[in-house]
């Protein structure tokens, strides 16, 4: 059975930091590229970046560049999200999600495997 299980969300004020985990379980995590996205309310699922089963990472969005780094660790069957300089346009829920393959595709419906979400609330 694939468990896909985030963790590491919470409340924190502008200007501070989390880091998310994702941990993996019930698949080859390492031949997985993986990806984390995230949906704030009233809008649709977007992009945050993602890293291929290469430990390549992909361009991450725009609204997010220089602020967060995706890592993992496939000893561990883990991947992070450490996110820095939080703004308030930052809170949503965050998921993880895996997909077979070297690709570190940065479209939600190309990732089969997805977690339940962990909520991150950025106050201003």
């Known amino acids: 059975q694939v468990r896909v299980v985030e963790s590491g969300g919470g409340l924190v004020q502008a200007g501070g930091s989390l880091k998310l985990s994702c941990v993996v379980s019930g698949l080859p995590f390492r031949f997985y590229s993986m990806g984390w996205f995230r949906q704030a309310p009233g809008k649709e699922r977007e992009f945050v970046t993602a890293?291929?089963?290469?430990?390549?990472?992909?361009p991450a969005a725009d609204s997010v560049k220089g602020r967060f780094t995706i890592s993992r660790d496939n000893a561990k069957n883990t991947l992070y999200l450490q996110m820095n300089s939080l703004k308030p346009e930052d809170t949503a829920i965050y998921y993880c999600?895996?997909?077979?393959?070297?690709?570190?595709?940065?479209?939600?419906?190309?990732?089969?495997?997805w977690g339940q979400g962990t909520q991150v609330t950025v106050s201003s």
């Open positions: 999600a895996g997909r077979a393959g070297e690709l570190a595709s940065t479209l939600p419906d190309e990732y089969v495997q």
């Open positions: 890293i291929s089963w290469t430990g390549a990472a992909a």
